[in-house]
């Protein structure tokens, strides 16, 4: 039987057309893989894809000193200052009582509570413990992000105290079994939270390169290393978790000189039972989130700071000493909120320490005003404002539970400040 031209060619044919799929497919892989940010390991310390951020030091030895002298030698004289001041000055008196009006105001618009979580739940819920510490529930799994239960602290010295307590005591935490880490930042790697965790739980704890190290001297006896993109699964009970590393524009140091850079800092996402929630972590705007809301199409929830926040443009994103490529503020997280494409928006890193007035009130403020002028852009998304304590719930649609979202204050911090 003859075989036609068509007939003998058409076998090699589809060879050489699969294998150019398979050449296109992988050119197409490639190029995905160059496009995400990575970070950049340079004479022993990290930097992100930046020329900028290759030149800018965020700490030196004079900007040490200077913070310590602010902290510690100045603090006490400076407190007796304005005690001793208020008495005689109106002005004066207004600055010592700052501190107390905000945190009432922040009482009343937020409504801070603490509960008892469950022991676990198949579904998603999310409660916020308060600044970056969330506890995430779904799929039987239990994990916490950045726990900080506590002040902040650096060594002996507290950096600040909370402006409300967290969401969740201690002692009422549900059996841990993951905890992922961002950076060792003191307001996200507490020592004393994370010692306490290791006793209680010995849970997996995740963190970006250069961490091991630190985490594992608090008692941890599984620490699990990751740079941006790796993917690193647990199983339990025949269920899976899946920790994804990912990019954040942000700086690292521990308590000394020595130790700038020397750790790499990151966002997470933590995924269960086909849903996905992003932890950000401490970061600057930047294509980033385009990224991984293109490596995750369906993400349920995204946990994204917005303090400090200023009354008019991010002073972090400019070259504004200390602050330079530090930290998206609430206009910016509604822009990344938006890139990421998130089925709800949780804010976070506001509101628990007294930093400062642009940590407690005006990020909410300023984010209900933004999210209002993009209504079109996330008609989407839901934005969950919530208090330290309050769980949002995700059986059908992103919802607060128990907690009425806070209406809007009435009383700005200029306000208060008049």
């Known amino acids: 039987m003859k075989l036609c031209f068509k007939d003998r060619f058409l076998p090699i044919l589809l060879i050489l057309g699969c294998a150019s799929g398979n050449l296109l497919a992988d050119q197409a892989q490639e190029s995905v893989s160059k ?79 603490q509960i008892v979580p469950s022991s676990q739940s198949q579904e998603l819920v999310i409660t916020w413990v308060g600044h970056a510490t969330f506890l995430v529930q779904v799929d039987g799994f239990n994990i916490l992000t950045d726990p900080v239960f506590g002040e902040v602290k650096a060594g002996p010295l507290t950096l600040s105290k909370r402006a409300m307590p967290a969401g969740i005591k201690f002692e009422d935490l549900p059996p841990i079994d993951a905890i992922v880490i961002s950076h060792n930042h003191s307001d996200h790697t507490d020592t004393n939270s994370l010692t306490a965790l290791a006793k209680a739980f010995d849970p997996i704890v995740y963190v970006p390169e250069g961490n091991k190290e630190l985490i594992a001297s608090m008692g941890f006896s599984r620490v699990i290393e990751c740079t941006w993109w790796d993917k690193k699964v647990m199983h339990k009970e025949g269920k899976t978790l899946t920790m994804t590393c990912l990019p954040a524009l942000h700086w690292s140091i521990r308590f000394s000189l020595q130790s700038y850079r020397k750790a790499l800092w990151s966002g997470w996402m933590i995924s269960a039972a086909d849903r996905h929630v992003y932890f950000a972590g401490d970061t600057a705007y930047g294509d980033h ?37 530090c930290h998206i503020d609430a206009v910016e997280a509604v822009d990344a909120c938006i890139d990421l494409n998130a089925r709800c928006f949780i804010p976070m890193h506001y509101g628990t320490f007294f930093l400062s007035k642009h940590n407690l009130i005006l990020p909410v403020r300023r984010l209900k005003e933004y999210w209002q002028e993009k209504a079109d852009l996330v008609a989407g998304s839901r934005l969950l404002i919530a208090g330290c304590g309050h769980t949002c719930t995700f059986e059908d649609n992103p919802s607060l539970l128990e907690a009425e979202q806070p209406a809007a204050s009435e009383q700005t911090e200029q306000e208060i400040l008049s």
């Open 35 to 113: 496009q995400r940010m990575k970070p950049t390991f340079k004479n022993g310390r990290y930097y992100y894809d930046s020329a900028i951020d290759l030149d800018y030091e965020h700490i030196n030895l004079s900007k040490a000193l200077g913070f310590l002298a602010n902290k510690v030698v100045l603090s006490a004289p400076k407190k007796c200052y304005l005690w001793a001041c208020s008495l005689f000055s109106k002005k004066a008196k207004q600055d010592v009582e700052l501190q107390k009006l905000l945190q009432e105001s922040l009482q009343e618009h937020l409504k801070p509570q």
């Open 289 to 325: 989130f385009k990224q991984i809301g293109d490596e995750f199409p369906s993400i349920d929830a995204a946990l994204l700071p917005i303090g400090p926040t200023n009354e008019h443009d991010n002073k972090q994103k400019n070259c504004n000493a200390h602050a330079k490529y």
